[in-house]
């Protein structure tokens, strides 16, 4: 099973709202990561989480926050956010580099974000 | 720091013909890994290969095939008798450990159409 669940798929929030995506895996992968796409460019990497912490932060704007509860999960929380945040929301895992080189990621489906 | 050129935007071919899309990478590690994803238009990166750094071997996986070569940098991407459910955005990247993790440094993409 190579499946990484988003949820929900679709979400319009205004720029006061607090809304989450949740991203979960079961496939004993370590390592998590946050992506953000915007149309026509590639992912555009925001937070990397390895055995449950934070290993990598892209310099993303605090509005965006991340929690990594247990192994499976992934959380990105959003407050006060902009138009200009609304973007696809990409969701990866794959093995730690620990295990020995860099493994590929699995992408979950993604959670498009509208800000009005 | 590490960077990925996919030189060619978009790509338009007909059914049956083959297709090569083009990837250079710079970097300054010994050790490194490459990947292709293919996005379709439903958004999600889909994992096709990864390679590492010490394994020059040419792959050959269906209508797939991979030409990687260390002296030029490049970690080409063929498609033989192209169909038109390889229509689709196809990423190069390359990886880049950044402080205890790793992570992917992305081409633009080259967008594939194939027409029936």
């Known amino acids: 099973d190579t499946e990484v669940t988003q949820t929900p798929k679709h979400l319009v929030m205004g720029m006061t709202n607090k809304k989450s995506l949740k991203c979960e895996q079961h496939?004993?992968?370590?390592?998590m990561y946050w992506y953000k796409q915007k149309a026509k460019k590639p992912p555009e990497l925001m937070f990397v989480?390895?055995?449950?912490?934070?290993?990598i932060n892209e310099s993303v704007p605090s509005r965006f926050s991340p929690e990594c509860p247990n192994s499976s999960l992934l959380n990105l929380h959003l407050h006060a956010l902009q138009p200009e945040d609304s973007a696809l929301y990409l969701c990866?895992?794959?093995?730690?580099?620990?295990?020995?080189?860099?493994?590929?990621?699995?992408f979950g489906p993604g959670t498009r974000l509208t800000v009005t | 720091a590490q960077k990925v050129t996919q030189a060619q935007t978009e790509i338009s071919v007909v059914e049956k013909e083959d297709v090569t899309l083009d990837c250079v990478y710079e970097?300054?590690?010994?050790?490194?890994?490459l990947f292709w994803y293919k996005q379709p238009p439903s958004g999600e990166l889909v994992f096709l290969i990864r390679?590492?750094?010490?394994?020059?071997q040419n792959e050959i996986s269906g209508r797939y095939s991979w030409n990687f070569q260390k002296s030029t940098s490049s970690f080409n991407f063929t498609i033989t008798a192209s169909q038109v459910v390889d229509s689709a955005v196809y990423f190069c990247?390359?990886?880049?450990?950044?402080?205890?993790?790793?992570?992917?440094?992305f081409g633009k993409g080259t967008k594939l159409t194939v027409n029936p």
């Open positions: 390679r590492n750094s010490f394994d020059e």
């Open positions: 990866a895992s794959s093995q730690d580099y620990l295990a020995g080189g860099m493994y590929e990621q699995y």
């Open positions: 990247a390359l990886s880049e450990r950044k402080g205890g993790s790793e992570k992917l440094v």
């Open positions: 970097t300054r590690d010994t050790t490194y890994y």
């Open positions: 496939m004993g992968h370590r390592a």
């Open positions: 989480y390895s055995y449950e912490k934070l290993s």
